[in-house]
């Protein structure tokens, strides 16, 4: 299964930016799919998730009210759509599949494919 985002990019404070990513390989599976990011010097962290339905959302409160999650499961692709942008957002964001909605979806080890990353810098 291969993961790949699309979308990082510079934006200013206050802006918007919305990540994409498809999760290809298997045409007869649908996956749970979540986001993490890493800041420079910091370890990685869980943003969002959506659980193989649709049906569940999962959300960091560090993102609460700002980030919406959403995915077309046929396609195995989810959008994060990112509004009131903080520079503390600044971050390399990862997506990830899963073949099960995680347990517990903030554990790494849950999640069993990841993208290589896209970075996102929002200036103050």
């Known amino acids: 299964v291969q993961v790949v985002e699309f979308g990082g990019g510079w934006v200013q404070a206050g802006g918007s930016l919305t990540l994409s990513c498809a999760a290809s390989g298997r045409t007869d599976r649908t996956y749970a799919m979540g986001w993490f990011r890493q800041a420079p010097g910091k370890e990685r962290e869980f943003v969002s998730a959506?659980?193989?339905?649709?049906?569940?959302?999962y959300n960091a409160d560090s993102v609460k009210g700002r980030f919406i999650i959403s995915r077309d499961s046929a396609q195995n692709t989810v959008l994060l759509q990112m509004n009131s942008l903080k520079p503390e957002d600044t971050a390399d964001y990862y997506c990830?599949?899963?073949?099960?909605?995680?347990?517990?979806?903030?554990?790494?080890?849950?999640?069993?494919?990841w993208g290589q990353g896209t970075q996102v810098t929002v200036s103050s």
């Open positions: 990830a599949a899963a073949e099960n909605t995680p347990t517990i979806v903030t554990d790494n080890s849950e999640w069993n494919y």
């Open positions: 959506i659980s193989r339905s649709g049906g569940t959302r």
